[in-house]
């Protein structure tokens, strides 16, 4: 059976052995007639729908553009340009936190429309040869290399400061005091960063406070020296500013 199918309906399980060979491979929905998988019985069987050909190459096309977006950035990690922007950025006007918590139903970021879709080829054959091992070394070295950065770093602590063995980080959490201005000191000198802004409104204290006061900095395996350098700078000036302004 291949690995794409997903079997997510029991309401009409059959037993016996039964083949796919005959199945379109766009199917979003087949009934098996005889079907069993080490001895259970399944009913309903989903095969992933198969992305468009102008999906799949839409998403070749952004890979390349998200390349070139990428070495256009780390040709501007100059750390002397955060000298000469920073005094500018942090006189201006800081806007108000909007709330953009959800308060019911789906995520905003939610797309019903994708519900289903398999991933591009293109996307399965980067997955298929990226050698994971290198990837996990470099972003374990990328987080170990955040955390010893920001130590003495004012107003800021990060969230884990030893990363546990085996664990592959996806960002370096690293927790702030103040959310405003720092975060939007920080986003208008172009550091990629990102918050829970749209978290799920709660009572919760913690989730109240990692909303905005917890920033996600990159530590992913594509970061050069250039640009962790330049990150680190951006953050180690940006959050040795002191401001009188409430949170």
């Known amino acids: 059976m291949s690995s794409s199918t997903n079997i997510i309906d029991r309401r009409a399980p059959v037993s016996a ?3 796919l060979s005959a199945v379109p491979t766009n199917s979003f929905r087949v009934r098996m007639a005889d079907c069993c998988i080490r001895g259970k019985r399944i009913g309903w ?15 070749i096309a952004g890979a390349f553009s998200k390349a070139r977006q990428r070495r256009r950035a780390a040709r501007t990690c100059d750390s002397a340009r955060i000298d000469a922007e920073f005094p500018a950025i942090a006189e201006q006007a800081t806007p108000p936190i909007e709330d953009m918590r959800q308060h019911s139903g789906y995520s905003a970021d939610y797309q019903p429309k994708e519900e289903g879709l398999a991933s591009p080829t293109f996307s399965r054959l980067v997955c298929r040869h990226a050698n994971t091992s290198a990837i996990a070394q470099r972003r374990r070295e990328n987080y170990r290399r955040w955390a010893n ?3 003495g770093i004012p107003r800021c602590r990060p969230l884990f400061p030893h990363l546990p063995d085996g664990c592959v980080p996806y960002m370096f959490p690293l927790h702030i005091e103040q959310s405003n201005p720092y975060f939007c000191w920080l986003k208008r000198l172009g550091m990629p960063i990102w ?4 978290i799920a409104a709660s ?9 905005l006061h917890l920033l996600h900095l990159p530590c992913h395996q594509s970061l050069s020296e250039t640009e962790l350098d330049w990150m680190i700078a951006a953050v180690t000036k ?3 500013h002191p401001v009188t302004v409430a949170a």
């Not at 095969?47 to 999906?55: F, G, T, V, Y």
């Not at 918050?195 to 749209?198: A, L």
């Open 195 to 198: 918050r829970w802004d749209s």
């Open 17 to 19: 052995a039964a083949s």
């Open 203 to 211: 009572t919760c204290s913690t989730a109240l406070d990692y909303r």
């Open 149 to 151: 950065a920001c130590v």
């Open 45 to 59: 069987i989903t095969l992933k729908r198969a992305p468009s050909i102008a999906a799949e190459l839409r998403g």
């Open 238 to 240: 940006t959050m040795c």
